[in-house]
């Protein structure tokens, strides 16, 4: 299956989903795909889970890229990339452990791609508006505001596949908040191999269900099906 997500105005174009096969030319295997047609009512200006702001790019981010928890087909968080959890009786530690899930490049997914993109949406030059929604995790504040090193977040991985997360004060909601798109692990040789051109059909590395594979500014998104990712179509 694609996903064909199309830049247009008014909110019943916005609203418009349609699942449908590939039409027009092109031979007859690239007609046989399923394709999923997602109206969208604004431009998509980045795929970045720690730059974008908007609800329309967190849908599409969230179709390429999974965090510890995902959305579940109740709107409920269910685990994605974590197997488990535990947490501490004060309830202030988190340690999650992760599954044996992996990159579209077929690099495994680590606790350190968690650590990188946490301390990543703290540190100012990246400009994230959504920074202080995580600043329940301890020493984010300080972090962001440069009064601590990004060394001080409370983010640890353990080991590959146990990531401790240290919040100022407990939260429940936590899991949910793990789904949210801030939270998503990223591929830190794919950002620092192309800075900002990292989220390029031509060099995006993902973990989720579908991988960019065409994008016009202001027109039109495409992506297709991630074999290796999470929940895979």
């Known amino acids: 299956m694609k ?25 007859s295997a690239a007609s046989d795909v399923p394709t999923l047609r997602r109206g969208i009512s604004a431009k998509v200006d980045t795929l970045d889970p720690n730059k974008s702001s908007a609800q329309w790019e967190n849908i599409i981010i969230g179709d390429m890229i999974i965090g510890l928890t995902t959305d579940g087909p109740d709107g409920r968080p269910v685990l994605g990339m974590a197997d ?49 929604l995580l600043w329940l995790i301890k020493n984010a504040q300080k972090v962001s505001s440069q009064e601590l090193p990004p060394e001080e977040l409370g983010v ?37 191999a192309h800075g900002d051109a990292w989220i390029q059909p031509e060099n995006i590395v993902v973990n989720g269900p579908y991988k960019l594979v065409y994008w016009r500014t202001g027109d039109q998104l495409v992506a297709d099906k991630n074999p290796t990712g999470f929940g895979a179509p």
């Open 3 to 27: 996903l064909n997500a199309l830049m247009t105005t008014g909110l019943a174009a916005a609203l418009a989903l349609t699942l449908a096969a590939c039409g027009g030319g092109g031979d």
């Open 156 to 192: 640890k991985a353990i080991d590959d596949k146990m990531l401790e997360i240290t919040l100022e004060y407990p939260a429940p909601y936590l899991l949910g908040l793990l789904s949210h798109y801030t939270t998503y692990p990223l591929p830190s040789w794919a950002i620092e």
């Open 84 to 132: 488990s959890y535990e947490v501490s009786e004060d309830g202030l530690v988190w340690t999650f452990t992760l599954g044996d899930h992996v990159w579209s490049d077929g690099t495994p997914v680590t606790a350190g791609d968690f650590v990188y993109s946490l301390r990543r949406i703290q540190n100012p030059e990246t400009a994230s508006q959504y920074a202080s």
